[in-house]
């Protein structure tokens, strides 16, 4: 339920802090799929649908764990942002940003906290992701 969840209710619910959510689109990127919003293109190359997917509105959602900080440049996915608050919570810290326009929060060690408005690059691999259809919330 936590890594592959049904829907995106089950998505919000599980999990402290929440699944990151960002509204987008599904498109046809020259037989393959990616997931785009704003100005960001995430390649679904690794991505396991949960059914055919087709083009259209949906959410992409990944945990903050997921998601990595200024870790180099392996990741499937990378991008740029600039940290907005950094929320100490003992052991690790969430720093939070913006991507896309929309809240995004990452988890970090507690050794390795960025500072309000520094420049950090994200890391991920969309096959940790989880994409939603936008009108009914499934999984897709």
Same mark, same amino acid.
């Given at each position: 339920? @936590?890594?592959?969840?049904?829907?995106?209710?089950?998505?919000?619910?599980?999990?402290?802090?929440?699944?990151?959510?960002? *509204?987008?689109?599904?498109?046809?990127?020259?037989?393959?799929? &990616?997931?785009?919003?704003? *100005?960001?293109?995430?390649?679904?190359?690794? @991505?396991?649908?949960?059914?055919?997917?087709?083009?259209?509105?949906?959410?992409?959602?990944?945990?903050? =764990?997921? +998601?990595?900080?200024?870790?180099?440049?392996?990741?499937?996915?990378?991008?740029?942002?600039?940290? =907005?608050? +950094? #929320?100490?919570?003992?052991? *690790?810290?969430?720093?939070?940003?913006?991507?896309?326009?929309?809240?995004?929060?990452?988890?970090?060690?507690? #050794?390795?906290?960025?500072?309000?408005? #520094?420049?950090?690059?994200?890391?991920?691999?969309?096959? &940790?992701?989880?994409?939603? *259809?936008?009108?009914?919330?499934? &999984?897709?």
């Amino acid at each position: 339920i @936590y890594n592959r969840p049904v829907n995106r209710f089950v998505a919000g619910f599980l999990g402290s802090p929440a699944m990151n959510f960002v *509204d987008g689109r599904l498109e046809d990127a020259d037989g393959g799929w &990616r997931f785009a919003a704003e *100005d960001i293109k995430i390649p679904l190359g690794t @991505y396991d649908f949960a059914k055919p997917p087709a083009p259209g509105p949906v959410t992409f959602g990944i945990r903050p =764990e997921h +998601v990595s900080l200024n870790s180099g440049t392996g990741w499937p996915f990378s991008i740029a942002a600039n940290v =907005e608050v +950094v #929320e100490p919570m003992g052991s *690790d810290t969430l720093v939070w940003l913006k991507l896309a326009q929309q809240n995004f929060s990452v988890r970090v060690t507690s #050794e390795r906290t960025p500072k309000n408005d #520094e420049a950090v690059t994200l890391g991920f691999d969309p096959m &940790r992701a989880s994409l939603f *259809d936008t009108a009914t919330g499934t &999984r897709i």
